[in-house]
């Protein structure tokens, strides 16, 4: 996986630009009240940290893109190369966050199982464990589709086609990605090909892993507004806390 974010990071920002990274992090701290140190799991390049950071968080991150961790530590953000399916810190945190459906990237039972072991191992009893992954409900709804975002600034220009294929049967999205990437100031282009492979969840599916893995789900909403999700909420933050 960690090829595939080398590959784009430098245009990651670029694309992203219009994600309010500021509304985010109010969210989590929010969610997260007055707790000291957090560590993310896939912090890719370090800008909720960086923000929480400015609130009072004392955060540590991972993530497998060593481009993206470059563009963190540049920031300040303290992290390092790790999966979040094996990382170990030999330490305890006051909470647990991922984000940006780092969750969803985690597509076999292992790997989801895996994952909830990570964050449970770096919690205290009672410590909370924030995440948001695709939700079922939405997805087979509104059923993935064709779609081209288009972004630039003074050096370059971005065209990102989205080509989705989707395997109902086991729950996943593969996310093909076609990134044409033109250079201003060169004149030169190249073209970049990607596969995101995503599963989305249910509620049962998410509160049978945690529980599985020594955590009760508290509260589940919608991302970033605090609905209660629906057939129009892709995303879903759940709030769990280890047990």
Known sequence: MSEVFDSYSKYYNLLYKDKDYKAEAEYIAKLLGKVGSVFEMGCGTGKHAKLLT??????FGIDLSGTMLAQAKSLGIDCTIGDVR??????VFDAVISLFHVASYQTSDNDINSYFQTARLHLNKGGKFIFDVWNKDAVLAQKPEKRVKVLENDEVKVIRHCTPAHHIEK??????????VFDKLSGKSEIIKEVHSMRYFSYNDIEKYASENGFKILHSEEWLTGNVPSENTWGVCYI????
């Open 54 to 59: 400015q609130t009072g968080y004392q955060m």
């Open 171 to 180: 729950d996943i999205v593969e996310v093909n990605y076609t990134i044409e």
């Open 240 to 243: 769990c806390e280890a047990i």
């Open 86 to 91: 094996t990382f170990r810190a030999n330490k």
